[in-house]
C-alpha cells in the first residue's frame, strides 16, 4: 500500500472510527441492551434503535474500509465499531445486506490474533439474528479449529467460544462442532473457571441434542466428577449438573439400545451412569447444598 493511499485511509478510518465512537456513547447512555450468549432463541424484544447511530451509508463505509486496509490496528477499531452496531437488531440486518458477514469472517484467517477475536466478538453479536445464524455457520469448523489452537484461557479462545455458544443454541449446527468435543472437554478440564464456565455453555447446549448424546458419552474427562462438589464455583456447578442431567435423559429416552461395551471405562458413561457409585454420592452431598436451583438441578438427575 502506497504512502498517499495509506494516509487517505487513516484519515477515512479517523472519521469512520470517531462516529463509531459517539455511538457506542449514544448506546452506553441509553441503556442499550448488551448482547451477549443465550439459551434459547434469538429474543423476539430487540434492542432499541437509535436514531443518532451509523446509518447504512456509514456501515458500507466501514465494510469497505475492512476489505481495503491491511493495518492491523485499523482492522481491530473498526471490527469493534461494527461489533458495537451490532447491538441493534436493524444494524444485523443492514451489515448482512451489505455481505458484511463474509467479510467478517474472513478476517478469521488473519495471523493477528487480535484481529481475529475482534471479529469473532463482532460474528457473536451479529449471530444474535437467525437468518445472521444462515451465513455465519459457514465458519463454524474454522471457530472450532481457532478455539483448538489458541493459548489456553486466552481472550481469542473465550470469543470463539462465546461465538460458539450462540451457534449452538438450536441442534442446527451441532454437527458441526461433533469433531471438537474432545477439545471442549479439555479445556474443562485444564481451564481457569472463566473458560470452563463458557465451556459448559456450548457443552450444555450440545448435551440436550439426543443426536450428540453417544459423542458426548464416549468422551473421556477423567476430572469430570471434581466439578460436583460443594466448594465448586455455583455457575461452573449449575451447568455441569445441568449437562450431566441433559444426558442422562437422553440416555435414559434410548429405551435400552445403550450398550456398555460401546464405551470405554474412562468414558464419561462410566462416570455418569454405569459405575456411578461415586458419582450418587457427590449428588446425595449437593442435596445439602445451599442454593435452591442447585438442590433443583441434583433433583432432576435422580428422578430421571
Avoid at 466501514?62 to 486496509?69: E, N, Y
Avoid at 478440564?189 to 464456565?197: A, L, N, P, Y
Avoid at 450444555?204 to 450428540?212: E, F, G, K, T
Avoid at 450398550?259 to 442435596?287: N, V
Wanted: net charge neutral.
Amino acid at each position: 500500500m502506497g504512502e498517499p493511499r495509506g494516509a487517505a485511509l487513516r484519515a477515512a478510518a479517523a472519521a469512520l472510527l470517531g462516529a463509531g465512537a459517539c455511538y457506542c456513547l449514544w448506546r452506553l447512555t441509553a441503556g442499550g441492551r448488551r448482547a451477549g450468549a443465550v439459551r434459547g432463541p434469538p429474543a423476539d424484544s430487540s434492542p432499541p434503535v437509535s436514531t443518532h447511530g451509523m446509518d447504512a451509508d456509514a456501515l458500507q463505509k466501514l465494510i469497505h474500509l475492512l476489505q481495503a486496509t491491511d493495518d492491523p490496528l485499523i482492522q481491530e477499531q473498526a471490527l469493534i465499531t461494527l461489533s458495537n452496531s451490532a447491538a441493534f437488531s436493524v444494524n444485523q440486518d443492514i451489515i448482512r445486506s451489505l455481505d458484511g458477514l463474509s467479510v467478517i469472517g474472513g478476517m478469521l484467517s488473519d495471523c493477528v490474533p487480535k484481529v481475529k477475536e475482534k471479529a469473532l466478538n463482532a460474528l457473536n453479536n451479529l449471530s444474535m439474528n437467525i437468518k445472521n445464524q444462515e451465513k455465519i455457520q459457514v465458519y463454524i469448523t474454522q471457530v472450532c479449529r481457532i478455539v483448538e489452537s489458541a493459548p489456553l484461557n486466552s481472550d481469542l479462545q473465550l470469543a470463539g467460544l462465546r461465538l460458539l455458544t450462540n451457534m449452538s443454541v438450536t441442534n442446527d449446527y451441532h454437527q458441526k462442532m461433533i469433531n471438537s468435543i474432545p477439545c471442549f472437554l479439555h479445556l474443562l478440564s485444564e481451564g481457569t473457571e472463566r473458560t470452563q464456565i463458557q465451556v459448559l455453555k456450548v457443552l450444555v447446549n450440545l448435551s440436550a441434542n439426543p443426536a450428540i448424546t453417544r459423542h458426548l458419552l464416549r468422551a473421556q474427562v477423567p476430572s469430570l466428577l471434581l466439578l460436583f462438589d460443594n466448594y465448586i464455583n455455583r455457575d461452573i456447578l449449575l451447568r455441569a449438573l445441568a449437562f450431566a442431567a441433559n444426558l442422562k435423559k437422553n440416555m435414559n429416552n434410548e429405551d435400552g439400545t445403550v450398550t456398555e461395551d460401546q464405551y470405554s471405562e474412562d468414558s464419561i458413561f462410566f462416570t455418569l451412569c454405569r459405575d456411578s457409585a461415586p458419582f450418587a454420592q457427590k449428588l446425595a452431598f449437593l442435596l445439602h447444598h445451599p442454593d435452591i436451583e442447585v438442590k433443583e438441578q441434583v433433583v432432576r438427575i435422580l428422578t430421571q
